[in-house]
């Protein structure tokens, strides 16, 4: 079982590089990546959060689960909507459970990239869902959520964190 990186590890701040092959590994990656995410009650895991500094990550929130490697969001509702949010990545150091803050994200956006086999996705989001590809897709590009949260709010965070 691959470890989850935790804030601190660099690996989390380097944006990630595309996938280009569709072969086994990278479907031996996605099933590993299902595995850490659901043995820590996650519901979605990017590839820098395991040490693998690739543009994929899985997920399964709001009865829909799937992978989505290369993605780009494009906005199709930009009222913002805040809501809790936290990250596997970002835990408390005393509970090792994640932290939460109000986090301000796009009410609605279609995630598009690749399947595992090398075909194109493409999917529609709204709500928590929309919530989940904006965070996934903020760690291939070396963020975390409390880059989008106000000053004061991502310092209260990153008091907690180990
Ligand atoms: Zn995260």
């Given amino acids: 079982m691959r470890d989850i990186r935790t804030i601190g590890d660099p690996v989390l701040r ?8 569709f072969d086994r590994d990278l479907r031996r990656l996605i099933d590993e990546m299902f ?4 043995a820590v009650d996650g519901v979605g895991l990017a590839g820098p959060q ?13 009865r829909r689960k799937g992978h989505v490697i290369n993605p780009s969001l494009t906005v199709d509702d ?5 809501d809790d949010e936290g990250c596997l990545s970002v835990p408390d150091r005393e509970t090792r459970t994640p ?21 194109p996705v493409r999917i529609k989001a709204r709500g928590s869902l929309a919530r989940c590809f904006q ?13 989008r949260l ?5 310092r209260a965070v990153l008091l907690k964190t180990p």
């Fill in 35 to 38: 595995a850490a995410m659901y």
């Fill in 99 to 119: 932290l939460y803050a109000k986090t301000p994200r796009t009410s609605g956006v279609t995630v598009t990239g690749l399947d595992r086999l090398g075909r």
């Fill in 78 to 82: 930009p009222e913002p909507m805040v």
């Fill in 150 to 154: 106000p000053k004061d709010a991502a």
């Fill in 135 to 147: 965070h996934e897709t903020d760690h291939l590009d070396g963020m975390l959520y409390v880059d």
């Fill in 14 to 21: 380097t944006p990630a590089e595309p996938v280009t092959d």
């Fill in 50 to 62: 395991i040490g693998v500094s690739r543009r994929v990550f899985v997920y399964d929130i709001a």
